[in-house]
Protein backbone atom coordinates (compact mmCIF):
# COMPACT_ATOMS: atom_id res chain seq x y z
CA UNK A 1 0.00 0.00 0.00
CA UNK A 2 1.56 3.38 -1.06
CA UNK A 3 2.04 5.98 1.32
CA UNK A 4 0.17 9.42 0.87
CA UNK A 5 2.50 12.30 0.58
CA UNK A 6 2.24 14.90 3.24
CA UNK A 7 0.61 17.84 2.62
CA UNK A 8 2.52 20.13 5.11
CA UNK A 9 5.85 21.12 4.95
CA UNK A 10 8.64 20.54 7.87
CA UNK A 11 7.55 20.52 11.56
CA UNK A 12 8.11 23.69 13.81
CA UNK A 13 7.89 24.44 17.46
CA UNK A 14 6.77 27.33 18.90
CA UNK A 15 9.15 29.21 21.13
CA UNK A 16 7.23 31.81 22.26
CA UNK A 17 5.67 30.20 25.15
CA UNK A 18 9.11 29.42 25.96
CA UNK A 19 10.90 32.99 25.60
CA UNK A 20 8.16 34.37 28.24
CA UNK A 21 8.89 31.59 30.98
CA UNK A 22 12.50 33.23 30.81
CA UNK A 23 12.22 36.31 31.21
CA UNK A 24 9.36 35.83 33.62
CA UNK A 25 12.14 34.02 35.61
CA UNK A 26 14.27 36.41 34.93
CA UNK A 27 11.39 39.26 36.72
CA UNK A 28 11.23 36.68 38.99
CA UNK A 29 15.09 36.58 40.46
CA UNK A 30 15.38 40.71 39.56
CA UNK A 31 12.68 41.47 42.25
CA UNK A 32 13.24 38.81 44.71
CA UNK A 33 17.33 38.96 45.02
CA UNK A 34 18.45 40.90 48.31
CA UNK A 35 21.98 42.61 47.51
CA UNK A 36 24.63 42.41 49.90
CA UNK A 37 26.35 45.60 50.90
CA UNK A 38 30.00 45.77 51.25
CA UNK A 39 31.94 45.31 54.05
CA UNK A 40 33.36 48.40 55.16
CA UNK A 41 37.13 47.03 55.88
CA UNK A 42 38.73 44.46 53.67
CA UNK A 43 41.24 42.08 55.05
CA UNK A 44 43.47 39.51 53.71
CA UNK A 45 43.61 36.67 56.35
CA UNK A 46 47.02 34.79 56.79
CA UNK A 47 47.31 31.45 55.11
CA UNK A 48 46.30 27.72 55.93
CA UNK A 49 45.79 24.46 54.73
CA UNK A 50 42.82 23.54 56.95
CA UNK A 51 39.05 23.49 55.19
CA UNK A 52 36.13 24.07 57.52
CA UNK A 53 33.43 26.30 56.09
CA UNK A 54 32.34 29.44 58.22
CA UNK A 55 28.79 28.59 59.50
CA UNK A 56 26.17 30.93 58.00
CA UNK A 57 24.74 32.03 61.72
CA UNK A 58 27.70 33.70 63.11
CA UNK A 59 29.26 36.72 65.24
CA UNK A 60 32.38 38.14 64.08
CA UNK A 61 34.68 40.22 65.02
CA UNK A 62 37.21 41.80 61.98
CA UNK A 63 40.23 43.17 62.70
CA UNK A 64 42.27 45.21 59.98
CA UNK A 65 45.88 46.03 59.82
CA UNK A 66 45.59 49.24 61.73
CA UNK A 67 44.07 48.19 64.73
CA UNK A 68 40.38 48.87 64.31
CA UNK A 69 37.81 46.35 65.04
CA UNK A 70 34.70 46.25 63.16
CA UNK A 71 31.45 43.77 64.42
CA UNK A 72 28.86 41.97 62.28
CA UNK A 73 26.04 40.02 63.56
CA UNK A 74 24.93 37.51 60.53
CA UNK A 75 21.25 37.13 61.33
CA UNK A 76 19.52 40.21 60.45
CA UNK A 77 16.91 40.49 63.48
CA UNK A 78 19.18 39.65 65.91
CA UNK A 79 21.38 42.65 64.85
CA UNK A 80 18.36 44.96 64.99
CA UNK A 81 17.32 43.63 68.51
CA UNK A 82 21.36 43.93 69.84
CA UNK A 83 20.85 47.69 68.11
CA UNK A 84 18.00 47.99 70.30
CA UNK A 85 19.57 46.70 73.09
CA UNK A 86 22.45 48.64 73.01
CA UNK A 87 20.45 52.55 72.02
CA UNK A 88 19.07 52.22 75.24
CA UNK A 89 22.05 51.49 76.93
CA UNK A 90 24.21 54.28 75.62
CA UNK A 91 20.93 56.57 75.03
CA UNK A 92 21.50 57.02 71.23
CA UNK A 93 18.31 57.37 69.41
CA UNK A 94 17.69 55.37 65.99
CA UNK A 95 14.77 55.28 64.07
CA UNK A 96 13.10 52.07 62.88
CA UNK A 97 14.25 53.25 59.22
CA UNK A 98 17.27 53.22 60.75
CA UNK A 99 17.17 50.23 62.56
CA UNK A 100 16.22 48.15 59.17
CA UNK A 101 19.10 49.84 57.60
CA UNK A 102 21.51 48.54 59.95
CA UNK A 103 19.72 44.60 59.30
CA UNK A 104 21.56 44.82 56.16
CA UNK A 105 25.23 46.32 57.05
CA UNK A 106 27.39 43.12 56.88
CA UNK A 107 29.34 44.94 59.70
CA UNK A 108 30.45 48.22 60.97
CA UNK A 109 33.23 49.87 62.98
CA UNK A 110 32.38 53.29 64.79
CA UNK A 111 31.31 54.43 68.02
CA UNK A 112 27.88 54.03 68.32
CA UNK A 113 27.33 58.16 68.77
CA UNK A 114 28.38 58.02 65.46
CA UNK A 115 26.20 54.97 64.48
CA UNK A 116 23.25 57.21 63.04
CA UNK A 117 25.06 59.16 61.19
CA UNK A 118 27.00 56.09 59.92
CA UNK A 119 23.89 54.18 58.96
CA UNK A 120 22.46 57.21 56.94
CA UNK A 121 25.64 57.69 54.61
CA UNK A 122 25.39 56.39 51.08
CA UNK A 123 27.26 53.11 51.34
CA UNK A 124 30.53 54.70 48.92
CA UNK A 125 30.82 56.79 51.45
CA UNK A 126 31.20 54.37 54.20
CA UNK A 127 34.22 53.16 53.52
CA UNK A 128 36.13 56.62 53.97
CA UNK A 129 33.98 58.02 57.55
CA UNK A 130 35.51 60.20 59.56
CA UNK A 131 34.30 58.59 62.63
CA UNK A 132 35.29 55.10 61.16
CA UNK A 133 38.37 54.55 63.93
CA UNK A 134 36.57 50.66 65.06
CA UNK A 135 34.29 49.99 67.52
CA UNK A 136 35.86 51.21 71.04
CA UNK A 137 38.05 48.27 72.73
CA UNK A 138 39.16 49.71 75.75
CA UNK A 139 40.10 46.90 78.50
CA UNK A 140 41.42 49.17 80.83
CA UNK A 141 38.39 52.13 80.90
CA UNK A 142 34.64 50.71 81.26
CA UNK A 143 34.41 52.05 77.71
CA UNK A 144 34.66 48.54 75.68
CA UNK A 145 31.93 48.97 73.50
CA UNK A 146 32.96 45.54 71.77
CA UNK A 147 32.60 43.86 74.51
CA UNK A 148 28.75 44.71 74.95
CA UNK A 149 28.07 44.28 71.14
CA UNK A 150 30.03 41.02 71.71
CA UNK A 151 27.78 40.10 74.74
CA UNK A 152 24.57 41.64 73.79
CA UNK A 153 24.37 40.34 69.79
CA UNK A 154 25.51 36.75 70.84
CA UNK A 155 22.75 36.99 73.74
CA UNK A 156 20.46 37.75 71.14
CA UNK A 157 21.52 35.60 68.18
CA UNK A 158 20.82 32.57 70.84
CA UNK A 159 17.39 33.73 71.14
CA UNK A 160 16.51 33.87 68.04
CA UNK A 161 18.32 30.36 67.58
CA UNK A 162 16.19 28.99 69.98
CA UNK A 163 12.88 30.39 68.69
CA UNK A 164 13.44 28.84 65.28
CA UNK A 165 14.37 25.53 67.01
CA UNK A 166 11.14 25.51 69.23
CA UNK A 167 9.16 26.54 66.35
CA UNK A 168 10.25 23.70 64.09
CA UNK A 169 10.13 20.88 66.86
CA UNK A 170 6.39 22.79 67.20
CA UNK A 171 5.45 22.03 63.33
CA UNK A 172 7.19 18.25 63.56
CA UNK A 173 9.86 19.73 60.61
CA UNK A 174 13.05 19.10 60.48
CA UNK A 175 15.82 21.65 62.26
CA UNK A 176 18.98 22.09 60.94
CA UNK A 177 20.06 25.40 61.70
CA UNK A 178 23.53 25.42 63.75
CA UNK A 179 24.21 27.21 66.96
CA UNK A 180 25.81 30.55 66.68
CA UNK A 181 29.45 30.82 66.68
CA UNK A 182 31.87 33.65 67.30
CA UNK A 183 34.83 34.00 65.20
CA UNK A 184 37.85 36.63 64.47
CA UNK A 185 39.15 37.34 61.24
CA UNK A 186 42.10 39.63 61.05
CA UNK A 187 44.41 40.67 58.34
CA UNK A 188 47.70 39.01 57.62
CA UNK A 189 49.77 42.19 58.47
CA UNK A 190 47.67 42.85 61.92
CA UNK A 191 49.71 42.99 64.93
CA UNK A 192 49.19 40.33 67.59
CA UNK A 193 48.78 43.04 70.62
CA UNK A 194 45.51 44.00 68.60
CA UNK A 195 44.12 40.57 68.08
CA UNK A 196 45.22 39.57 72.00
CA UNK A 197 42.97 42.75 72.75
CA UNK A 198 40.05 41.05 71.28
CA UNK A 199 40.49 37.19 72.61
CA UNK A 200 40.63 39.14 76.37
CA UNK A 201 37.46 40.76 75.35
CA UNK A 202 36.16 37.52 74.61
CA UNK A 203 37.70 35.32 77.66
CA UNK A 204 36.14 38.66 80.01
CA UNK A 205 32.93 37.49 78.80
CA UNK A 206 34.28 33.48 79.69
CA UNK A 207 33.13 32.95 75.65
CA UNK A 208 36.64 30.50 75.48
CA UNK A 209 35.43 29.17 71.88
CA UNK A 210 35.53 30.77 69.10
CA UNK A 211 37.11 30.79 65.49
CA UNK A 212 39.99 32.19 63.80
CA UNK A 213 39.18 32.38 59.82
CA UNK A 214 42.13 32.21 57.48
CA UNK A 215 42.80 31.99 53.60
CA UNK A 216 43.04 28.67 52.16
CA UNK A 217 45.95 28.18 50.51
CA UNK A 218 45.54 28.87 47.18
CA UNK A 219 41.84 30.79 47.19
CA UNK A 220 38.82 30.50 49.49
CA UNK A 221 38.33 31.53 53.04
CA UNK A 222 38.29 28.68 56.15
CA UNK A 223 37.92 28.29 59.58
CA UNK A 224 40.19 27.25 62.16
CA UNK A 225 39.01 24.75 64.94
CA UNK A 226 37.45 26.30 67.80
CA UNK A 227 39.56 27.35 70.41
Known amino acids: MSKKPSKGGAPALDMTPMVDLAFLLVTFFMLTASFRMAEPVVVDPPSSIGKVDLPDNHIMVTIDEKGRAFFGISNSTAKMNALRDMAAKYKVQFTE ?15 IKDLPAYIDAKEEARTNFKGQTGVPLDTITPNNQLKDWIAIGGRKAVEMYEEAKVKAATAGGEFKAEKPRYAIKCAATTKYIYVKDVIKTFTDLKLYQFNLITQLEGGGTVVQPEK
Open 97 to 111: QQIVKFSGLPSFGVD
